[in-house]
């Protein structure tokens, strides 16, 4: 059982958007603000979409987008596209006793 | 362009060891924190240890700590993860990330399959 909560599966159609949640603790999401997120095609490494809860690498579209609300936090993704189909996992520091915890993954599909 | 490869998975009998590697190239390995995770077949990730710059830090997820040693070798711009009483539920694809700060792995490597069966 993973540390934080995602949601199994979220959809769209294309040009919509969709919102992917993660929910933890106090000591991990709620308490620092160490939230990134990662897309994964399958049988692929993962690519580094956010850091820092909102802040996007370059090269990153801005059509991605994070936040976060006390122990929850979000990755947005608006205008989707075909090549948004992926499992999104998030990632939190939880503290140096368990460093960083991952959510179990959201398989996202675009209708 | 930076590139992690990872290297030294297989099949291993339960109680064995294996030896993983990740060889980094395309930026200055030396000063950089670096990290193993894992990912079981059809499972999420798993963060597994941290190695900070100078070996000055390092960490690991209970699940493999008092059996894994990671350790890095500047000089060879290498990254390892020495896994000894390996179990069944070790079996994964390990991959090896580059850590820029913030607690965020921005370059992570292909992966290599490490399979623990009789």
């Known amino acids: 059982q993973s540390a934080l909560t995602q949601p199994p599966s979220a959809s769209g159609s294309p040009g919509q958007s969709v919102t992917i949640s993660c929910t933890g603790t106090s000591s991990d999401v709620g308490g620092y603000n160490y939230v990134s997120w990662y897309q994964q095609y399958p049988g692929k490494a993962p690519k580094f979409m956010i850091y820092e809860v909102s802040k996007r690498p370059s090269g990153v579209p801005d059509r991605f987008s994070g936040s976060k609300s006390g122990n929850t936090a979000s990755l947005t993704v608006s205008g989707l596209q075909a090549e948004d189909e992926a499992d999104y996992y998030c990632s939190s520091y939880a503290g140096s006793n368990n460093f960083v915890v991952f959510g179990g993954g959201t398989k996202l599909t675009v209708l | 362009e930076v590139q992690l490869v990872e290297s030294g998975g297989g099949l291993v009998q339960p109680g064995g060891s294996l030896r993983l590697s990740c060889e980094a190239s395309?930026?200055?390995?030396?000063?950089?924190?670096m990290n193993w995770f894992r990912q079981a077949p059809g499972k999420g990730l798993e963060w597994v240890s941290y190695?900070?710059?100078?070996?000055?830090?390092?960490y690991y997820a209970d699940s493999v700590k008092g059996r894994f040693t990671i350790s890095r070798d500047d000089a060879k711009n290498s990254l390892y993860l020495q896994m000894n009483s390996l179990r069944a539920e070790d079996t994964a694809v390990y991959f090896c990330?580059?850590?820029?700060?913030?607690?965020?792995?921005?370059?992570w490597g292909q992966g290599t399959l490490v399979t623990v069966s009789s």
């Open positions: 395309g930026f200055t390995f030396s000063t950089y924190s």
């Open positions: 990330a580059r850590c820029p700060g913030s607690y965020s792995f921005d370059y």
């Open positions: 190695i900070s710059v100078s070996s000055t830090r390092i």
